[in-house]
């Protein structure tokens, strides 16, 4: 049997319907079922019930994960401990890793995740959050390449001369270049967050927002400038998510076509290079 130092504790976060245990279930066994040379693993796995939609209506679709966060998600990691016992951290030093019901693991361990994450919070006390499982789209050829390539595939008349636009194709752009040149991320699929003070952070952030002012989850984490937790993206993104065929939240459209709502969103690489940190900071 796999000693404790191969067990990484994981919150996960779904709601009480059929469709979402079900969800809920999968994931697990997938969890369960994936092996890593290192023999780490999620374990155990503990679930917490957010609101659902359909109970709460006058909440909307836009609030509903940030009102669970709020009111369930972060008052109940404030009264239990999910720690790493094994690396004798003291409690504030702690990591407590919160996933969505659709997570999905690549190339990297939890292990690894685990030692990625401990790493930073050790050497960087005023980070309390870690984004581990978020994405954005690449870089795209404008308006006018567009056109002008396809003029140019006409012109030719040829198949062997057509320009790939597609987003599969195309160089590996790092996210800090992504997020310099005013692009947004989505999906909070895979947090770390420091015990106790990253939980105490973002739940009296969340507190002190308006109600007006509340949003999506992920919007409100990563690109409101009502609150300065310091949070940093892991690049490239450790960890993706399902396809779904349900999601309590609305999409954008630009958000859809690039692995949000229903669509399934996988890391495109291996971090053989080793792990970078974005810092969010605030203009």
């Not at 669970?68 to 720690?83: D, M, N, V």
Request: with cysteine.
């Amino acid at each position: 049997p796999l000693s404790s130092c191969h067990d990484v504790p994981l919150v996960i976060v779904t709601v009480n319907t059929p469709y979402y245990r079900s969800r809920l279930a999968e994931t697990t066994g997938f969890l369960s079922n994936t092996s890593f040379g290192d023999g780490t693993r999620f374990k155990p796995i503990t679930a917490v019930d957010m609101l659902n939609l359909s109970d709460h209506p006058s909440i909307g679709a836009n609030r509903i994960v940030f009102e669970g966060w709020r009111q369930i998600l972060l008052r109940a990691l404030s009264r239990y401990e999910f720690t790493n016992n094994e690396r004798s951290l003291d409690k504030d030093q702690s990591v407590v890793f919160i996933a969505e019901d659709d997570l999905r693991l690549c190339d990297v361990s939890p292990g690894r995740i685990r030692d990625a994450c401990t790493a930073v919070f050790a050497d960087n006390p005023d980070i309390h959050i870690l984004s581990l499982g978020h994405a954005y789209s690449p870089a795209k050829p404008s308006r006018r390449q567009r056109r002008r390539a396809k003029r140019q595939q006409s012109n030719n008349g040829h198949s062997g001369n057509n320009i790939s636009m597609g987003a599969t194709h195309a160089p590996r752009h790092s996210l800090l270049q992504h997020v310099n040149s005013g692009k947004g991320l989505h999906g909070a699929t895979l947090l770390a967050l420091r015990h106790l003070e990253g939980i105490k952070s973002l739940l009296d952030a969340m507190e002190a927002l308006p109600s007006g002012k509340r949003c999506h989850f992920d919007q409100f984490l990563f690109h409101s400038n009502l609150h300065d937790i310091g949070i940093a993206f892991s690049d490239p993104s450790l960890a993706g998510w399902a396809e779904v065929s349900e999601t309590l939240t609305s999409v954008g459209s630009g958000c859809r076509r690039n692995g949000g709502g229903r669509l399934g969103q996988l890391p495109d690489g291996a971090c053989g290079d080793g792990i970078q940190w974005v810092r969010r900071t605030l203009n």
